[in-house]
Nanobody, 123 residues
């Protein structure tokens, strides 16, 4: 059973940076896709970024391209989301998610989820 524990959220001023971490356990992730999603109050959950654990493919939402970077440390079984140049509109609960197979942007395609970590960006 896949277990994901995400952390690293907090309060930051606009223009600042945060790094989220997702510690994964329970199986080999070599054929997995790891994603970061976010959900703001009153809005649907949306993808932020995703990568193939093999590292050959990545995806970024248009709203975060050039500001966020997804990466993974295979030795630590951990996926990171480096968030720079944060904006107030980035405020949301951020979730780590995992699925086996193809990289997709739909939250419904992911079957394992972390508990979420709050990111608040003040103006």
């Amino acid at each position: 059973q896949v277990q994901l524990v995400d952390s690293g959220g907090g309060l930051v001023q606009a223009g600042g940076s945060l790094r989220l971490s997702c510690a994964a356990s329970g199986r080999s992730f070599s054929n997995y896709v790891m994603g970061w999603f976010r959900q703001a109050p009153g809005k649907e959950r949306e993808i932020v970024a995703a990568l193939k654990w093999s590292g050959r493919s990545t995806y970024y939402a248009d709203s975060v391209k050039g500001r966020f970077t997804i990466s993974r440390d295979s030795a630590k079984n951990t996926v990171y989301l480096q968030m720079d140049s944060l904006k107030p509109e980035d405020t949301a609960v951020y979730y780590c998610a995992a699925r086996s197979g193809l990289l997709t942007a739909r939250s419904l395609d992911y079957d394992s989820w972390g508990q979420g970590t709050q990111v608040t960006v003040s103006s």
